[in-house]
């Protein structure tokens, strides 16, 4: 216990001296990877913003099937029947015409008279159906709507926001999109962490090489280095994450308004917590990569240093 | 304590640098290794605490099979051995309090013990009004000094020195030497590598003689 206490010590004090040491580069790495991360972070805040738009839009994919007008209650609760059978329904909800001409009338309270003066029901009854989400909600609902329209009873069928399912599929491609941007910036990233290392291993290679001569571990010697990538790691999306508040800041103060028609009174978000933890910690695994990566190859040529 | 048998090492060269080594040092003793330039002796040394590698041979150093050591275990052969290099190899950019007690922070030693043998090693050499200077600050044996603080202070049972005295006027060698006999009567085995001939002819010591990697005299 004393001696891990003794080995973390030293191992943080010498990390800590590194850093000093060493304090231009690991500057510059850690701007690159802030640069680097803040890019990505602009996607994923796009990205988040959408898909909690897209939450409050996917209530409005519906597939809404209106009734003959001489619908009988038999046809109706067959109809029901089918809907509530089918597995991709999510809800289904009946409206007479009453109360379509109800409503109708309401949201139209105020406005013309002669729709208040008219004395028949135009509307009809209708069942609203909305869907479970998934990738390809719209052909399931096309499927669904191919077999309705022969069913007795149905008089036309009609989708509700067709776009937004469309834009569903826009968003799967968006987040392969940044899966891959993320793991190729990753992969840059590393190259230039390990990079980052390998200078700071040759600025102290006579002291490494003595470290070995005098009998200290592999362990012992390659840590703060692992370390230093960490921090790298660390600095660098904190720093990314810090830029990006400031812009999501200035963003909302700019131009929330001007959104507001695009974003239907959603209010732009900052990424989500977890989102940003795991970016510090994806950010300190890339370091922790990239430095295991340069020091792996310095360590692995043995002990004629 | 140190046994070599039949050690080849060659660098590529035309001759050996080592060629059919047969030596035994026993537990204690204090040797003297010498030969002329190119013989071999530094080379020998190094590959005592595995700097270099033996092309062929057997080498036991305090129970190590050292040709067969496996790299992680290396660390802990190199801990029974303090080796004062021809170079010195002192840090630059730390004082000499700071290099002695390098050499225990990176075994993992606690630093209060740290302070303490790192201060005893110090009295030891004579040098601690000079704890606070860098070495570029020091003359060559001042740095000798260190240099030797620094390989005793983790206790090593086996003392390698290559070339000890190699610059150092006769008063100088023969006070650093006196610190070697230091570390012997605290049962420290001593291998000194060197020219010198003062030394040498002083008799004190056996003296393995190498000549173009072989052993002349034993
Ligand atoms: N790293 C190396 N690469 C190639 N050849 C080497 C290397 N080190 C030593 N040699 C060669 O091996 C031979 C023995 O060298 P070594 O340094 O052991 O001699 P030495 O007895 O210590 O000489 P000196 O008294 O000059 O220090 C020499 O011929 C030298 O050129
Ligand atoms: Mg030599």
């Known amino acids: 216990m004393r001696a891990l206490f003794q080995f973390l010590n030293n191992v943080l004090g010498a990390t800590a001296h590194n850093l000093k040491a060493n304090r231009q580069v690991f500057l510059v790495s850690v ?43 038999d046809q109706k609760s067959k109809l029901r029947a089918l809907f509530e059978g089918h597995p991709e329904v999510e809800e289904v909800a009946f409206t007479s015409r009453e109360e379509a001409w109800e409503n109708f009338r309401h949201s ?53 926001e067709k776009w937004v399912a469309r834009f569903e ?66 600095f660098g999306a904190v720093a990314s994450l810090a830029l990006l508040k ?14 507001d028609f695009l974003t239907r009174g959603v209010v732009i978000q900052f990424l989500p917590f977890s989102w940003s933890v795991s970016m510090v910690v994806v950010s300190m695994a890339v370091g922790l990569m990239g430095s295991y990566y340069s020091i792996h190859q310095f360590l692995e040529s043995g002990d004629r240093q | 304590m140190i046994q070599l048998f039949n050690v080849f090492k060659s660098y590529g060269g035309v001759s050996p640098a080592l060629d ?21 002796k530094t080379t020998l040394l190094k590959i005592l605490f595995r700097r270099e590698r033996l092309d062929r041979g057997q080498v036991l150093v305090h129970g190590f099979n050292v040709g067969k050591l ?37 075994i993992g030693v606690d630093r209060k013990t740290v302070k303490a043998h790192t201060w005893q090693a110090l009295k030891e050499v004579g040098l601690t009004q000079k704890r606070n200077a860098y070495p570029p600050e020091l003359s060559g044996g001042e740095q000798q000094r260190v240099a030797i ?52 002819r002083a008799g004190r010591y056996p003296v393995i003689t190498l000549n173009r990697g072989r052993v002349v005299e034993s």
């Open chain 1, 169 to 234: 599929k826009f968003m799967i491609f968006i987040q392969v999109f940044l899966l891959a941007v993320g793991g190729l910036l990753c992969l840059g990233l590393i190259l230039i962490i390990s990079n980052t290392i390998k200078l700071s291993y040759y600025s102290r290679q006579d002291e490494i090489e003595l470290m070995r001569l005098i009998g200290a571990t592999n362990r012992y010697i390659r840590t703060p280095f692992l370390l230093e990538g960490v921090c790298v790691g660390f």
């Open chain 1, 31 to 73: 701007a690159t990877i802030t640069v680097a991360l803040s890019i990505l972070g602009l996607f994923l805040l796009v990205f988040s913003n959408l898909k909690s738009m897209m939450s409050t839009w996917d209530r409005q994919v519906q597939l809404i099937v209106y009734l003959d007008d001489d619908v009988s209650e």
């Open chain 2, 70 to 106: 496996d790299d992680s275990r290396l660390y802990q052969l190199r801990r029974k051995i303090g080796v004062v290099f021809q170079d010195y190899k002192l840090l630059p950019r730390k004082t000499v309090f700071q290099n002695v007690a390098f050499a225990q922070e990176v």
């Open chain 1, 108 to 160: 139209f309270s105020g406005g013309a008279d002669f729709i208040q003066d008219l004395d028949f029901n135009p509307l009809p009854g209708s069942f609203h159906m909305r869907f479970k989400s998934s990738p390809d909600r719209l052909d399931k609902i096309k499927d669904f709507a191919q077999v309705l329209n022969k069913q007795p009873g149905v008089e036309s069928l009609e989708y509700g």
């Open chain 2, 20 to 40: 059919g080594v047969t030596l035994t040092i026993h537990k204690g003793d204090f040797v003297y290794l010498t030969g002329p330039s190119g013989a071999g």
């Open chain 2, 149 to 200: 603080a620094r390989a005793l202070v983790n206790r090593p049972s086996i003392l390698l020195a290559d070339e000890p005295t190699g610059n150092l006027d006769p008063a100088m060698a023969a006070e650093i030497l006196a610190l070697f006999e230091q570390a012997n009567r605290n049962g420290v085995t001593v291998v000194l590598a060197t020219h010198n001939q003062e030394l040498l």
């Open chain 1, 246 to 259: 400031a812009m999501h800041y200035y963003i909302q103060l700019r131009f929330q308004e001007s959104l």
